[in-house]
Structures are given as structure tokens and as C-alpha cells.
């Protein structure tokens, strides 16, 4: 889908520059407070201000945009590359990091996987290091010579159709494109890919700049957000209280885009509320020194300009007026539609999860705003429930295969699950819907209690005895059908458990052996168990080595070692053993082995 794919060119852009902003902060309050025009304006502090935005930050936006490429020796050539875009033009040269650093680490990833193999071994190091210095170098130059003046070119294209637009009182109209995009969770992309570096751009000309407050101005989501509030029901009217305090003061401005999906009606309130607040703006001229992140009211008052905090104020309350007015008259005239959780049960069933849940993962696109407030609020609710669950929250970049369930919001589950496809997938429509995270516990519990008799890591039915002796290959084929049997081990866990017990035996002594996997085995338990076969003749492990109990292993976590423990006192008796060998009641080994 086209949203997907510009959602993670948005992702992409971000990761560039979001691990940056407290360096754009810091020269931001160093611009606001020390230059001629400043707070506190000071000669020599004020030297600071062009080698930051010079220098610095388009070297560390080069940095990361390589090591997204190719990890640290993507953003060492990344990072040179930008070099050459930067001494190559006299302007901050941010949209040529943005180009400089991924082409520099995409540079590097071609010739290692070029030479990938073809390196003698002791001459790694020295080839490592002088093909990051060559290949930086040569496109050093060539960014130097050829690509920074394309971009220094393009810049001030962009900067003549950006004052055409002030001039002509468009900017606007630039709402008709923001609100829209915001709402389908493409801020990140807006703000630092079109803005952030336009913004820095003007503020290097003039100390203030506009685009920081086009996206950032919290007026029309708090205007929504109100107006639920006021006129909502249900789910959406208990929260929105709330989600108005964490999007106006935390600055987590993604919490009210579900609000809109619920109501697209809404769209046309906050296209009018950011038409209004950037008009304002334009009329009062007003700016901010440098991109508030989150984009809090009191972030967003830090960095203004001095003599700028009270037009800046007016923008945000007309906006929210403009949108609270248009959002009531929306939602006056059309019903609530609540989310129905009773699906919540079916979708569970339908995810096939066979095991207790032990970690959940909100996951929303920039992993620090939504999907933080969506984590604190199930894990109040699973801690009030007293499960033993860790509830957190990340990016749907850093998603990983051995998460267990992840919840998204409707409009990022796609991608989540194109990033990671074992993990049971959710969807949300609003991160803050109560109904929903209720529901999800309530069925957590249910599963916790279904699997409860299937959760024990030495079961009665894992204890076999009175088993013909056999080869050691076949008992070992016979534990690791048993372990498969009782759902803890997929089918494949047998062959690693051969693997293992040829690479060294695995009996212990006093007439005892633990076949288990390899490590790489591990892929195959699927749940931390314990089973114990009895031969009463033995199993020949060899050099005279016989044993009468055989204990196969499948340790997922660390579950296992507890009953590990209490199983080795038992066997440090080798009378004790001896005495075991021949007993014929299951149960009372088991008891033995699982007091």
C-alpha cells in the first residue's frame, strides 16, 4: 500500500533525525538566548551557533542515516560523505545529509557484500578499515563537486516558493495537505523530513522560524479533543479528558489522531484549525528557534523567540477555538459509533496463542508517544489484575520475532506485521479505549486459567515407567516423542537432541542421563518442560555407563531450573536412585521428584 510505504519513508527520515534532538534543542535555546537578537545576547557564546548547525548537526543527521543503511560502518562512510555535502555549499546543508549519509551507507553495503567471503583471514581488519576510508573519500568528492550544489540549488528553489507562499498568504492553505497526513500517522515524515529542515534553514536567516509551528501547534487536536469532551459518549467521552491533558501538556499529539479515525467528519475540523492557527502565525509573525519535540504547550513556549510567546498563545487558542466549534457541530449531528470489544474473544482464538502470555507490546510508529500512553494504561490494568505480565512500549521498527503479542493501531498493523510475523497482532482503534484493554485482560485471565493445568514444567503424565531398555538412540527418540507429546517441543526437537548427546554424553552419573537439544535447538520448545522415563534394565550410554532414569530437558526460559535443582538432590542418592529403578508407581516418582 501506498500509506505503508510512505509511513516508512517517514520512519526512515525520522530515525534520522529524531536521535538528534536534543542537539537541535541545545542549539536552539543557544541561538534563543545569545545572539544579537537573543534574550541574553553574548559575543562569544553566540560563536557556537553556525559550527552547531553548520557542522554538527548534518554531520550526526549523516551519521544516523548511514547507520540505518548499514549499521556503524554505514554511518563512519555516511558520516565522511556528508563532509563533502557540507564543505561543498555555504548554506546548512541538512537535506544533503539526509542524501549524503544513507548514499554513504548503502556505498558500504554493496562492497561488503562484494567481498563478502572473498577476504583473507588476518587481513579483515585492514581491508575493514581502508575501504570505509576510500569509499567515504571518493564520495566525499563527489557530493563536494557535484551533489552539494544541486542541493544548495534546490534549497533556495524551496525557499523562493516557501516566501511566494508567505508573500501571497498561502502558507495556510499548507494545512489542507498537514492535518490529513498527520492523522494517517505521517508526522513524523512532515515535520522532520519537509519542515525540520526548511525550519533550521530560515531560522539560520532570520532567528524564528514558521514551520516549526505548522505541524507542531497542539490548537486543533486540544479542539477535538474538547470537543469530546463536551459532546462524545461512551468510551470516547470517558477518555478524552485524559488523552487532552497528555497531547496538550505531553506533547504526545499522536494520542488524539484515533478521535478523527473514528469520526473522518472530524478531518474538515482540524484542516480549519490549522488553516486558522497558520494564519495567525503568518499575520503576527511568529516562529519558534528550533523544532519542539514532543511538541508540548511548554516546549513549544521554551523555544520561542523573545517578545514571541504571546502571538505564539493566540495561534493555539484560535485554533482550538476554530476546531472545538466545527468538531461539536460534527459530533452534535452524528451518533457514536463505539468499538465493539466483544470480537476481542474471537480474535484471541482466531491468533492460536497455546501458552501464557508473559510480555505484551503497544507498538506505535515513533514508539515514544501513543503507544507509551496505550502501555500505561493496560499495565495498570494487568497489574489491578495481578497477572504476571511486562507490559511495554517501542517502535514498529524495533519489533523483534520473539515478542509474543503486540497491539498497533488499525492503521499500522499492516506494517507491524510486515516487520514481524510470529508475534500475535491486535489492532486498536484508539490507544486510549479503556473497553478495549478490560476486554483484553478479561481474556488474558480466562487463558491463564485454561492453561493453568498445562503450564507445570514436570507433569504426573511426564512420568513413563516400567519402559523395555531399547538403544540409547531410540530412548532418546522415545523422551523427545514424549516431550513433543505433552506440547512442550515442536517435531524437530529429536534431532537436535541426537545432535547433542554426540557432540558429549549427557549422562550425569549415578545411573541418570538428561538428553536435551542444542542451543540452536532452542527454536524448536515451545514451552519449558520436563519428562522422566524409567528403564528398569537401563540404557547402555557406553564405557559402562548405564542408566535407569532418562530426564529430557526443554528449557525455554529459565523455568526449568528450579525443578532441576530439586530433581539433582534427589539423584545425588544413589541409593535412592537404585531404589526408584524399580518402583512401579508413577505418581509417588513423581511426588519425589516434585516436592
Not at 520512519?11 to 535555546?29: C, E, Q, T, Y
Not at 549519509?101 to 581491508?127: C, H, N, Q
Not at 502558507?171 to 497526513?181: D, F, G, K, W
Not at 452534535?332 to 497455546?354: C, G, H, P, R
Request: net charge neutral; hydrophobic share 45%.
Amino acid at each position: 500500500m501506498v500509506k505503508v510505504k510512505v509511513q516508512a519513508f517517514g520512519r526512515f527520515l525520522s530515525g534520522m533525525v529524531m536521535p538528534n534532538i536534543g542537539v537541535f534543542i541545545a542549539w536552539g535555546l543557544l541561538t534563543a538566548l545569545f545572539i544579537p537578537t537573543g534574550w541574553f545576547p553574548n559575543d562569544q557564546y553566540s560563536k557556537m551557533v553556525e559550527p552547531m548547525i553548520k557542522y554538527i548537526l548534518p554531520l550526526l543527521i549523516g551519521y544516523n542515516g548511514g547507520k540505518l543503511i548499514a549499521g556503524e560502518r554505514g554511518a563512519i562512510v555516511g558520516s565522511i560523505t556528508t563532509v563533502g555535502v557540507i564543505c561543498g555549499t555555504s548554506i546548512p546543508m541538512f537535506i544533503g545529509a539526509m542524501i549524503a549519509g544513507p548514499a554513504g551507507g548503502y556505498a558500504i553495503k554493496l562492497f561488503d557484500r562484494y567481498t563478502k567471503g572473498k577476504i583473507k583471514s588476518g587481513f579483515e581488519m585492514l581491508v575493514n578499515n581502508f575501504s570505509a576510508g576510500i569509499v567515504g573519500l571518493i564520495l566525499a568528492i563527489v557530493f563536494f563537486t557535484g551533489v552539494g550544489p544541486i542541493v544548495e540549488r534546490l534549497n533556495e528553489l524551496l525557499g523562493l516558493g516557501v516566501h511566494r507562499l508567505v508573500q501571497g498568504g498561502l502558507l495556510p492553505l499548507t494545512a489542507l495537505v498537514v492535518e490529513p497526513a498527520k492523522i494517517l500517522f505521517l508526522n513524523n515524515a512532515i515535520n522532520h523530513g519537509v519542515f525540520g529542515p526548511l525550519g533550521i534553514q530560515q531560522v539560520s536567516e532570520a532567528g524564528k522560524s514558521i514551520f516549526f509551528l505548522i505541524e507542531s501547534n497542539p490548537g486543533p487536536g486540544l479542539g477535538v479533543l474538547l470537543a469530546y469532551m463536551m459532546f462524545g459518549k461512551g468510551a470516547s467521552k470517558n477518555s478524552a479528558s485524559g488523552a487532552a491533558m497528555i497531547h496538550f501538556f505531553g506533547g504526545i499529539h499522536e494520542i488524539y489522531f484515533p478521535y478523527i479515525l473514528m469520526k473522518p467528519m472530524l478531518i474538515i475540523s482540524v484542516i480549519f484549525g490549522g488553516i486558522t492557527g497558520i494564519f495567525v502565525n503568518v499575520i503576527l509573525n511568529t516562529g519558534l528557534v528550533a523544532p519542539p519535540s514532543p511538541g508540548s504547550i511548554f516546549a513549544i513556549m521554551a523555544l520561542a523567540p523573545r517578545g514571541g510567546i504571546t502571538p505564539i498563545l493566540l495561534s493555539v487558542i484560535a485554533a482550538t477555538g476554530v476546531t472545538f466549534v466545527t468538531s461539536a457541530i460534527i459530533l452534535k449531528s452524528s451518533k457514536e459509533i463505539e468499538q465493539d470489544v466483544e470480537t476481542l474473544k474471537a480474535i484471541l482464538a482466531n491468533s492460536k496463542v497455546t501458552k501464557k502470555i508473559s510480555k505484551i507490546i503497544v507498538a506505535c510508529d515513533a514508539g515514544m508517544g501513543s503507544s507509551a500512553m496505550g502501555a500505561s494504561v493496560l499495565r495498570k490494568k494487568i497489574e489491578a489484575a495481578n497477572l504476571p505480565i511486562l507490559v511495554t512500549n517501542c517502535s514498529i521498527s524495533n519489533l523483534t520475532e520473539d515478542m509474543e503479542l503486540v497491539i498497533t493501531h488499525k492503521d499500522l498493523t499492516e506494517r507491524a506485521k510486515k516487520t514481524v510475523s510470529s508475534p500475535h497482532h491486535l489492532s486498536i482503534d484508539n490507544f486510549m479505549n479503556h473497553s478495549f484493554y478490560d476486554g483484553l485482560v478479561e481474556e488474558i485471565k480466562g487463558m491463564f486459567i485454561d492453561l493453568e493445568s498445562d503450564s507445570e514444567i514436570l507433569r504426573k503424565d511426564g512420568v513413563l515407567v516400567n519402559q523395555k531398555s531399547v538403544s540409547k538412540e531410540k530412548a532418546i527418540e522415545q523422551v523427545a516423542t514424549h516431550l513433543e507429546k505433552l506440547g512442550y517441543v515442536g517435531k524437530g526437537y529429536e534431532k537436535y537432541m541426537q545432535q547433542r548427546e554426540k557432540v558429549s554424553t549427557t549422562y550425569i552419573g549415578n545411573y541418570v542421563a538428561i538428553p536435551h537439544g542444542t542451543v540452536e535447538g532452542k527454536k524448536e520448545v515451545l514451552n519449558s518442560g520436563i519428562v522422566i522415563l524409567q528403564y528398569p534394565n537401563g540404557i547402555d550410554f557406553g564405557d559402562g555407563n548405564i542408566a535407569y532414569f532418562l530426564i529430557g530437558i526443554a528449557g525455554k526460559n529459565d523455568e526449568h531450573v528450579e525443578i532441576i535443582s530439586k530433581i539433582a538432590d534427589v539423584i545425588e542418592d544413589e541409593e535412592e536412585v537404585l531404589i526408584l529403578k524399580s518402583e512401579k508407581n508413577a505418581e509417588k516418582i513423581y511426588k519425589t521428584f516434585n516436592v
